[in-house]
């Protein structure tokens, strides 16, 4: 993940000592490069008639693409100085971030922080800027663990504007809620869905040099734990239909990818294609959902630009008075298992053998979320949990002895019967701690409706 890149901006007043105002601008600098904030800053500014320190804001502002900008109100100030600046930048999110007086003694020094804060928050929300408000109490420091968050929610949404996600086929087994509105996404949110079909990956399998085949073949041998020996098609099917999609990837540039699975690979190919999702994720940095599943991707893309980490796609099996099990019957991301990728070839129904990724998964807190469309509008559906391993459980239809799938049985911090009521597919995303806040941020700079 790069650093977020964000426009500093301090203000005050031009009757107020410049010295007030910079030493404490220069503090607040201070504290947000040391979480790792990369900030173009400009202090002070103020609301002289001549103006030069508000051109000199704008002109710096404009030299490169910023995530967010920061208003640092370190004094009062007449909201028109405010809005002179930053109407050039209504496109990206703010904070409107108004910063506390100090103590000398016996008294409380004050130079009006709050009173330029409360001036411009309803302003600027009628002339439509998006922005978080995050005034600092007295006494007390700043808030910047909320004022991170909102940031990297704002590299987020900025991240999203530029992410491609390679679509193999399209709707997979006919279902309803894999599908997707293209100008709406990209309108919205900012992600290209580019399809192709999967005649290109099997052109790209027929081009494939048989000694890197050997070789990747040898090194998952050494790096997977295979509870029983694959036969030699299945590992060679696994390992070619990995190489085509890793080259198809590559060349496009897909932060995210989603494939004709039942309908297309299993069907016409023969085999699962669980052992070459497990290894596209071990060898690449990508997100991933079978089924032509659209907006999960989507979703995966949100959760993984904001955390840097994993997101793992999984379904619902049972829900549970208190929460949900939950499981994969085919692949997850090495970086959501405990020790080892353990890989269990067999098969499901008439399908052919695959090499199906039966590691253990880890527990925790979780957030659960998925991304919706409904008649034009966004939503969001979020809730956290603490995740626990399941008791043994086993999908019917698996050539036995079945195996155990990775799942995770959680139990929700919110109603359960709420949840059900309002859930939008079969797929939801999963990430570890508790990432609502950032999720919310995300959704309020994107004008998403959480659930």
Known sequence: MRKIKAGFVGFGEVHTPKEYIISRCDHAVKSLKSLGIDLVSIFPVNDDEEGSARRQA??????????????????????????????????IPMVLWGLT???????????????????????MEEMGFTFLYLPT??????????????????RG????????????????????????DAISLKAKI?????????????????????????????????RWNFLKEPKPETMENSVRLFLAFKKKIEERGYK????????????LMGFAPAGSMTLLHDELDICSAPENDSLGVVTQLMVHFLTGKSAAYLEFYEFLRDGALIGVPDYIPSAVIEGKVSILPTSF?????????????KTGPVTLCRL??????????????????????????????????PGLEITFDGSVESFIQKVLAQHYILSYGDNRLRLEHLCGILGIEIL
């Open 157 to 180: 949404a900025m991240l999203l504007k530029s992410a491609r996600i390679g679509m193999a086929g399209y709707r997979d087994m006919r279902l309803y809620n894999t599908q997707y």
């Open 58 to 91: 704008i002109t710096e502002l404009s030299k490169e693409p910023l995530d967010l900008l920061i208003l640092c109100v370190a004094g009062w100030i007449p909201s028109w100085a405010v809005i002179e600046v930053i109407s050039r930048f209504k496109n």
């Open 372 to 405: 919706g469309h409904k008649k034009g509008i966004y939503t969001m559906h979020v809730i956290s949990g603490v995740a626990r391993s399941p008791e043994q459980w086993e999908e019917a239809g698996w050539s036995q002895p079945a195996p155990q799938l």
């Open 137 to 154: 109490f007295r006494g007390e420091p700043p808030d910047t663990e909320t004022l991170l968050s909102y940031a990297e929610a704002a």
């Open 101 to 123: 007086g100090w103590r000398e003694g016996d008294r409380f020094v004050t130079t009006a922080d709050q009173a330029g804060t409360t001036a411009l928050r309803a302003p």
């Open 349 to 361: 129904g008439k399908l052919g053998e695959g090499m199906v990724n039966v590691s253990t998964m």
């Open 190 to 222: 900012g992600v290209e869905i580019e399809h192709f079909d999967l005649l290109e990956i099997l052109s790209l399998q027929e081009k494939l040099d048989d000694r890197e085949i050997s070789s990747m073949i040898e090194k998952i041998k050494k």
């Open 256 to 267: 995210g990818f989603s494939y004709l699975d039942v309908d297309g690979i299993k069907k």
